[in-house]
């Protein structure tokens, strides 16, 4: 399946700091996004970037494509307490389907 | 906050119960999706569906079915429950067929736990 990877598994950091957080998929897509999910709770879309860009920003979150190297990472700048979430990249491809990874687990420290 | 509802929040039931997720939205979206998530780990496409009349597996084999009689409604039907079936369900729709825009809108989700 063309599910995306992300990597790292598991990332702390102080608050503050910047956050960036990889994708890797395994064939060709139409699009790539983002979503986050706290504890227990349902996928909030954060950002999607079309196969055909290289980058995308929204607010603190900046999102790049590199389909040469089937890669994605996000990063999101000055993070907050508030951003101690999973974050899931998902892959949408010919086949309608739309497929997501293991999710990174990021941990904001006061 | 999207408007996609699953219902129950939780659920604890005896193997072999039959049992009802619903799920339902009121934005008008045609396509509709079925996931599976064990805790911290990723979501399994489990069944889709791309308006009324229209039901698809995913890339995970299920024993749960799926109906889509009205646009808002995807309920998922287990018909005999096993403690295998413990997880979460997470139900999510769409607000384009064209896959270029897709994006996705779930609901809260159902903690299924099967004793």
């Known amino acids: 399946s063309q599910q995306g990877e992300e990597d790292p598994q598991a990332l702390s950091i102080q608050e503050g700091e910047n956050a960036t957080m990889n994708c890797s998929y395994k064939?060709?897509?139409?699009?790539l996004q983002w979503y986050r999910q706290n504890s227990g709770r349902g996928l909030v879309h954060l950002i999607l970037?079309?196969?055909?860009?290289r980058e995308k920003h929204s607010g603190r979150l900046r999102v790049t494509l590199d389909t040469s190297k089937k890669s994605s990472s996000l990063l999101i700048t000055a993070s907050r307490a508030a951003d101690t979430a999973s974050y899931f990249c998902?892959?949408?491809?010919?086949?309608?389907?739309?497929?997501f990874g293991k999710g990174t687990r990021l941990h904001i420290l006061p | 906050e999207a408007d996609i509802y699953q219902t129950p929040r939780y659920l604890v039931i005896g193997t072999g119960k039959k049992i009802t997720l619903e799920c339902s939205q009121t934005?008008?979206?045609?396509?509709m999706y079925w996931y599976q998530q064990d805790p911290g780990m990723e979501l399994h496409l489990i069944h889709y569906?791309?308006?009324?009349?229209?039901?698809e597996k995913g890339d995970l084999s299920s024993e749960s079915t799926v109906s889509r009689i009205r646009t808002e409604h995807f309920p998922l039907t287990l018909e005999s429950a096993r403690p295998s079936h413990t997880s979460q369900y997470l139900c999510?729709?769409?607000?384009?067929?064209?896959?270029?825009?897709?994006?996705?809108?779930f609901g809260s989700g159902t903690q299924l736990s099967v004793l």
């Open positions: 998902a892959t949408s491809a010919r086949d309608d389907k739309i497929i």
């Open positions: 064939t060709s897509i139409n699009n």
């Open positions: 970037i079309r196969s055909n860009e």
């Open positions: 934005m008008g979206h045609d396509k």
């Open positions: 569906s791309y308006g009324v009349n229209s039901t």
């Open positions: 999510a729709s769409s607000d384009t067929i064209f896959a270029t825009n897709e994006k996705l809108f």
